[in-house]
């Protein structure tokens, strides 16, 4: 599956864009994962990918797009997430943010993010601190030229959740297509329903 | 759960109910779309129920089926069952222990089954949630028949996709079996060394062909001779058993192996060896058409050795009766021979049962042939003391023992029918090879001569013998005699008056020549003795003349006249002393015994041997004994040189005496000469 369609070069991402995307199967989603990553090593950007099975999302991409150990990084999903072996939005934003300053002073012009959401549940974060994070990403994303994508497994996450996902990501990925998301809350508005 | 924040004022209430039931109406929108991508109807109806409380918040969602259990839904409590089954659109249901409940059907068309999405809670639901949970209940009927619809497609798509590889797989199937069918069909002529090595060439596995006790007939790939390979152990006769049951591929020992038999007799086995179990499908398809082949090769093999056995046992069968015939011609004339053998034949069974005799038998022990077949031969002609031990003989070598007697002469008595005995040599051999023995019985066949003549001569010899060595003791003693009483004495003489003239030669002349006389006479008599010493011994007469000029010599000092005609040749030595001696003490015993007028010697060569005759016309009854008249050592000396002596002696009708001499180095009578 690729994340754009064939022709539609005019939904493709832009920098800000904080993107969720919903799979069933761990094929699906690491055809996804791949495809993200191979788009930001073609731009010769940084791609990090939080996913806890990294070595099946690098089968996928081709080995030419790699020419720099660092342009590629993989992340387990608890480290990339669960600083300190728990889930905090402040740790989290704050993280996120050093992050993105950092790829952008070692010369990256962007930086592509790409993350399971799966230890979410494993974890048994807290829904309600989860999506106020996921909120406060949507207000983060466009500060820095990056792109950021999460990703949801439909097996997972109940109804009411898929809700707050759609509620706290300003685009969505459908169909295979990404297309502004127009359930999306503003944060206050989003915050303001918790 | 999505809790409300209270406002201040009934305008900002209205605005902000307003705007979260906007809020809502786009998550229900928005979670549809998620819910449209839902991978089954389970998964769809937990995103749907599982978001009702965030709808309607205080409302709890259900799945429920008017009558059963599902894998997305539940049965029904008793009562709401059968208002669901004519659910049509969103209904409000009476369910105990909610005070408010609705029913929105979700049937899938497809299925057409009244499943519904209960939504019970303590509150009632506004129009507009009732509008988007029926909405929500809608979508997720749709997904489900899109995904019954997607999975049906899935599943036809998947089994298009599967007859489409197996169609593959058989058209592949198909032409490799064609394949197969035309190598193994082109290679029948060249036999099982052609089919081993076309197999292995289809196959790539090393290939034996082996019968039915596991000889290998032929190999291909990496395997080599003939013979029974190493590792093929006994059980094959399981191994058939298996392979005949199987009507397919068996593995065993490494192999896959099919059974060949157009005959329960003809068995022949093709294993394919595969001892890391990678065979194909292909490759037992090739080795099930190899062994048809190697069926018709079989046939074809079976077929040819009957013709062959069938052309076989006619020219056996010509044989045998060839065979048969020349055995009949044999039988006859040994049975020929047999009968006109001077030996009794007689042949006996295992049971020691009389079977055959032949003439001889039947005048050497008087019995006739009927009166012995089939009585037991120990019996008929064995005496009574010998017949435990000659029964004992052949039960102990029927058993197994050392045969005694076979095969050699053997000298026993045996018994005539009057009861007689009588010594025999008898040879008994065992008869090999005969119907009779290849029946399980066995035949032994004696041969028995009567010895009783030869016992007879032999004792006589004996007896002869004994009367030599007497005679020439007896001879011996008397030339001792004679030399000390005669001659010797006369040297003696001599000697002394030879020596007591020698003493008077000088004294008195005329008694030296006297004593001279004296000794002259007494060494005349000596040599006159002497002389007559040696011609009792050995005439020097016949030595230096022969044998006439010794005979005339005898005569004349005999006082009867003697007529003698002889051969004037010289006769071999030893002929002419025996004739000499037998013709010397037969005109003795004349002189002595015959008061005869006159006799007569007669030498003659008849038929090879020297026959001589001393005759006399005196009184006659002269009897051959040792002790009477001399005769008996006539008879001895004449059989010391292999003759015989016969005797005419009538009362009255004087004496002839006839030697029969064998010739040894005879000499050609010249001539006769006659002397009275």
């Known amino acids: 599956m690729s994340l754009t369609a064939p022709g539609r070069h005019d939904?493709?991402?832009?920098?800000?864009?904080?993107?969720?995307?919903?799979?069933?199967?761990?094929?699906?989603?690491?055809?996804?994962?791949?495809?993200?990553?191979?788009?930001?090593?073609?731009?010769?950007?940084?791609?990090?990918?939080?996913?806890?099975?990294?070595?099946a999302v690098a089968e996928r991409i081709p080995a030419e797009l790699v020419l720099d150990e660092n342009s590629l990084q993989f992340v387990p999903e608890e480290e990339g997430?669960?600083?300190?072996?728990?889930?905090?939005?402040?740790?989290?934003?704050?993280?996120?943010?050093?992050?993105?300053?950092?790829?952008?002073?070692?010369?990256?012009?962007?930086l592509w993010l790409v993350g399971d959401t799966t230890v979410v549940v494993r974890s048994s974060v807290d829904p309600k601190a989860w999506f106020a994070a996921e909120a406060e990403v949507s207000t983060l994303a466009p500060r820095y030229p990056q792109f950021i994508m999460c990703l949801y497994n439909l097996d997972l996450y109940d109804g009411e959740l898929v809700m707050y996902v759609l509620q706290t990501h300003t685009k969505v990925f459908v169909n295979g297509l990404i297309i502004n998301n127009p359930y999306y809350l503003p944060k206050d508005q989003f915050l303001s329903r918790l | 759960m999505i809790s409300a924040a209270g406002p201040s004022s009934a305008m900002e209430d209205a605005e902000l109910a307003a705007r979260r039931g906007l809020a809502t109406a786009n998550s229900v929108f928005g979670l549809a779309l998620i819910v449209m991508q839902a991978r089954s109807p389970g998964q769809a109806?937990?995103?749907?129920?599982?978001?009702?409380?965030?709808?309607?918040?205080?409302?709890?969602?259900?799945?429920?089926?008017?009558?059963?259990?599902?894998?997305?839904?539940?049965?029904?409590?008793?009562?709401?069952?059968?208002?669901?089954a004519m659910l049509a659109e969103p209904t409000k249901l009476v369910v105990e222990g909610?005070?408010?409940?609705w029913a929105f059907p979700v049937t899938s068309p497809l299925r057409g089954e009244a499943v519904a999405l209960v939504v019970a809670g303590a509150q009632p639901l506004s129009e507009e949630e009732s509008f988007l949970l029926s909405v929500l209940a809608q979508l997720c009927g749709t997904v489900i028949a899109k995904l019954e619809l997607v999975g049906s497609e899935l599943a036809h798509a998947r089994r298009v996709e599967a007859l489409n590889g197996e169609l593959e797989s058989t058209v592949l199937m198909l032409r490799r079996t064609m394949e197969i069918h035309h190598k193994l069909t082109e290679i029948v002529p060249s036999g099982e060394e052609g089919i081993a090595r076309t197999l292995h060439e289809l196959t790539g596995a090393p290939i034996i062909i082996s019968d039915g006790t596991g000889y290998v007939r032929a190999r291909a790939g990496g395997v080599r001779g003939h013979g029974q390979p190493p590792g093929w152990p006994g059980g094959r006769p399981d191994l058939i058993g298996r392979l005949r049951a199987q009507h397919g591929p068996v593995y065993h020992d490494e192999s896959w192996m099919v059974l060949a038999s157009p005959r329960p007799e003809v068995v022949g086995v093709i294993a394919l060896v595969d001892p890391t179990r990678t065979a194909g499908d292909l490759d037992r398809a090739a080795l099930e058409h190899a062994a048809t082949?190697?069926?018709?090769?079989?046939?074809?093999?079976?077929?040819?050795?009957?013709?062959?056995?069938?052309?076989?046992?006619?020219?056996e069968r010509d044989v045998a009766q060839e065979r048969a015939a020349v055995l009949a011609a044999s039988e006859a004339r040994q049975r020929a021979i047999l009968e006109a053998a001077l030996d009794a034949v007689v042949s006996m069974d295992s049971r020691g049962q009389v079977t055959y005799v032949n003439s001889a038998f039947e005048e050497i022990f008087k019995y006739r042939a009927e009166e012995v077949l089939g009585r037991?031969?120990?019996?008929?002609?064995?005496?009574?003391?010998?017949?435990?031990?000659?029964?004992?003989?052949?039960a102990r070598y029927l058993a197994g023992g050392p045969a005694r007697v076979l095969d050699r002469r053997v000298e026993i008595t045996a018994m005539r029918s009057d009861g007689s005995q009588f010594p025999a040599e008898v040879t008994v051999t065992e008869v090999a090879g005969t119907a009779a023995a290849l029946a399980g019985s066995r035949t032994f066949t004696g041969y028995i001569r009567d010895i009783t003549e030869r016992r007879r001569a032999q004792q006589d010899l004996m007896e002869s013998r004994a009367r030599l060595v007497s005679a020439s003791d007896a001879a011996r003693r008397r030339v001792t005699r004679d030399l000390h009483d005669g001659a010797q004495q006369r040297l003696v003489t001599t000697l002394i008056n030879l020596q007591l003239a020698e003493q008077r030669w000088d004294s008195a002349p005329e008694r030296a020549r006297e004593l001279l006389e004296q000794a002259i006479s007494d060494a005349k008599r000596g040599i006159e003795d002497l002389r007559e010493i040696v011609a009792g011994i050995h005439p020097a007469a016949l030595t230096e003349h022969g044998l006439s000029a010794a005979l005339d010599a005898l005569a004349s000092r005999l006082p009867v006249p003697v007529?003698?005609?002889?051969?004037?040749?010289?006769?071999?030595?030893?002929?002419?002393?025996?004739?000499?001696?037998?013709?010397?003490?037969a005109l003795t015993n004349v002189v002595k015994h015959a008061r005869a007028g006159s006799a007569w010697v007669k030498v003659d060569l008849r038929a090879g041997d020297w026959v001589v005759e001393v005759g006399d016309d005196g009184v006659g009854g002269a009897e051959a004994r040792s002790e009477a008249g001399g005769l008996t050592g006539l008879r001895d000396r004449v059989g010391a040189v292999g003759g015989k002596m016969e005797i005419s002696s009538p009362a009255r009708g004087g004496t002839v005496l006839r030697a029969t001499i064998p010739s040894s180095g005879k000499a050609a009578p010249r001539g006769a000469v006659t002397r009275e």
């Open chain 2, 376 to 394: 037991e031969l120990a019996e008929v002609i064995v005496p009574p003391f010998l017949r435990a031990a000659h029964r004992a003989g052949l």
């Open chain 2, 45 to 84: 109806m937990r995103l749907v129920t599982t978001a009702v409380p965030a709808i309607v918040p205080g409302q709890i969602g259900i799945v429920w089926h008017p009558s059963r259990s599902g894998d997305y839904f539940e049965r029904a409590p008793e009562g709401v069952g059968e208002a669901l």
């Open chain 2, 563 to 585: 007529r003698i005609e002889v051969p004037s040749a010289r006769l071999p030595p030893s002929v002419e002393v025996s004739v000499y001696f037998f013709c010397s003490e």
């Open chain 1, 11 to 55: 939904l493709d991402l832009h920098t800000g864009d904080h993107v969720c995307a919903f799979y069933n199967g761990s094929d699906l989603l690491n055809n996804i994962v791949a495809d993200f990553a191979t788009k930001a090593l073609r731009a010769k950007d940084k791609c990090i990918c939080f996913v806890d099975e990294p070595s």
């Open chain 1, 81 to 110: 997430y669960l600083s300190g072996g728990h889930f905090s939005k402040e740790a989290f934003i704050s993280n996120l943010e050093a992050t993105v300053q950092g790829v952008l002073s070692r010369g990256y012009d962007r």
């Open chain 2, 98 to 101: 909610f005070a408010h409940a």
């Open chain 2, 293 to 315: 082949v190697l069926n018709v090769e079989l046939a074809r093999q079976y077929s040819v050795a009957q013709a062959e056995l069938r052309v076989d046992a006619a020219r």
